[in-house]
């Protein structure tokens, strides 16, 4: 709105002709000055500047709005939307029914924890018939580290949907309505961004999935705010192209170790560093999430895999309709199973903390004969 042009609000001809003849032709110009370098620059009286200054700021702004109304315009959104459902039935009543729709929802963790057989899962419920739990859409799944596994895949959902992938050709149906693409850089996942936003439209894609958000970054050859902009730039478009569609966006982000002289984001930050430099032994606790603050400003769902004396957890870290919760889980030939659907409340420092205590130890995982690196 800052950028609107004055000669299309409607201001007396003979004032706007004045701005023109000064070159102030935006809202964001006229607003930039005060009434009395107005009354010098455009040479008109006191009284036609603040009339001028009142009709421009009126058509800039944009009109209040009351609670209510925000309320009604979210139920709205929220009924055009929905979730995606992740048949973990304690993390979906804990996010009002599964991944949100039209947001974006980050899933991160070390290496090796689940997030890749967390995705896979997903883009199988979004390809499945309403019947089943899906939503009878196609997926996008940018593949950056070709981890994506088609037998995996299919192995998770006869596992899951025994009954549907029984019946002749519907494993073929999955498969094909899930597109897989593999970019080589960020430059090349940029130019390809404008045709994922037609194909969202297109061609009924219902999920997209980004695995991973910090290996693209990662692969460029460039550092500080160069590194931020370009970050910055995709951050905006991914969260656009959620908006503009209604889909769920997942995307995943590795974790990196944090310096100790780094600049704590939150108050208790500086406590816990405090317990790190005196404890040695928690080194894990040195772990945060890749990509920085921005990004995690950017995204409305966090969800955390980490590991903690040997055991899995999914840490609902943020979310606007819940509060922090654990869940434990394993991998399972059937993909990732909660073993209860009771979370445990998280507080302080839990709730960011990123944990690989044991880890080593259950990175591969065997179970019911099923070898595989979960990642």
């Not at 434990?328 to 209860?340: A, K, R």
Request: charged share 20%; glycine share 6%; with cysteine.
């Amino acid at each position: 709105m800052a950028n609107k042009l004055i000669n299309q609000m409607g201001l007396p001809k003979s004032i706007a002709n004045v701005f023109a003849a000064r070159n102030i032709t935006t809202a964001k110009e006229a607003l930039s000055l005060t009434e009395f370098e107005l009354m010098e620059v455009l040479d008109v009286s006191l009284a036609e500047v603040t009339s001028a200054i009142a009709r421009i700021s009126e058509i800039t702004c944009p009109p209040y709005q009351t609670v209510l109304s925000l309320m009604e315009q979210r139920i709205q959104m929220e009924h055009m939307g929905g979730h995606l459902s992740t048949r973990l039935k304690g993390l979906d009543d804990a996010l009002c029914g599964g991944i949100p729709f039209g947001v974006l929802t980050e899933l991160v963790g070390p290496a090796g924890i689940g997030k890749t057989q967390f995705c896979l899962k997903l883009a199988l419920l979004a390809s499945l018939p309403p019947s089943c739990g899906g939503v009878d859409g196609r997926v996008i799944y940018i593949d950056v580290e070709s981890k994506f596994s088609s037998t995996r895949m299919i192995e998770i959902g006869a596992k899951s949907f025994p009954e549907v992938f029984r019946t002749k050709g519907m494993a073929q149906e999955m498969a094909g309505r899930i597109l897989v693409l593999r970019p080589t850089s960020l430059s090349e996942f940029s130019e390809s961004l404008q045709q994922i936003k037609i194909s969202l439209l297109q061609n009924q894609v219902k999920l997209l999935i980004i695995d991973s958000m910090a290996a693209l970054v990662s692969g460029e050859n460039v550092q500080g705010a160069t590194r931020q902009h370009l970050l910055g730039w995709h951050i905006s478009f991914i969260k656009s192209l959620a908006e503009f569609s209604r889909i769920p966006i997942v995307v995943t982000n590795q974790v990196r170790s944090q310096n100790h002289d780094e600049v704590c984001q939150y108050y208790f930050q500086a406590h816990r560093r405090e317990r790190i430099v005196e404890n040695h032994s928690g080194y894990d606790s040195h772990l945060v999430a890749a990509l920085g603050i921005h990004w995690a400003h950017a995204v409305t769902i966090r969800l955390v895999l980490d590991a903690k004396s040997g055991k899995r957890f999914i840490k609902l870290a943020k979310s606007p309709v819940s509060p922090p919760l654990a869940f434990p889980f394993n991998i399972t030939s059937s993909g990732i199973s909660l073993l209860t659907d009771d979370g445990i409340e998280l507080t302080g420092p839990e709730i960011n903390t990123i944990h690989c205590e044991g880890h080593s130890d259950i990175i591969n995982f065997d179970a019911e004969r099923v070898q595989y690196e979960a990642t």
